[in-house]
């Protein structure tokens, strides 16, 4: 069974990524992992595993490469379940750099010897941009699958109105009142 539903290739359309720093390998794995963490979270554990057994099935290729469709009287574009996985990918694929912490910070290892300085802030600010642009997509999933949940019928619908619900997080941070007396 071929479990990737994106590849190196399809990335292009999103962001340009030189090969030698994140080439097809490391995309792939990267890849496999978003889908069966992030992804398949997603979607739920049934809907993930019918989409990789159909995936040549009309609704799953919308699902996955994208399509228009209509709520509340106005045409949407839908641009897949791709780009989230892709974006995902992303942000694993950056977290898994062959790096090697040193004094002088993190190195990466080129292919002909050497390393060269990389900024753990910009590493980290990549991974959270991916990371967001993924989220961003997952949320046009959502609003996709739960527009046309009678396509999907393996989608669990309650899991988002759950996520929706508990989207807010109040912290009530609580100053400790001391008394110091003399004594």
Known sequence: MIENLASFEDFGEYKRIPPAILGDERL?????????????????????????????VAKYVSLLDGATYSENGATVQFHGLKPAILWYAYAIALQDLSTTPTKAGLKVKEAVGGGTTVDQTALNDEKSRANAQGD???????????????TYPLWPKKLTDDRDSNNFKASVIVQPQYNYRSR
Do not use: C, F, P, W
């Open 28 to 56: 792939q794995t990267a890849v496999l992992n978003a889908q069966r963490g992030v992804i398949r979270d997603l979607l739920g554990k049934a809907l993930y595993h019918d989409l990789i057994n159909n995936r040549t």
């Open 136 to 150: 961003m997509y997952a949320q046009e999933v959502r609003e996709y699958l739960d527009a046309n949940v009678s």
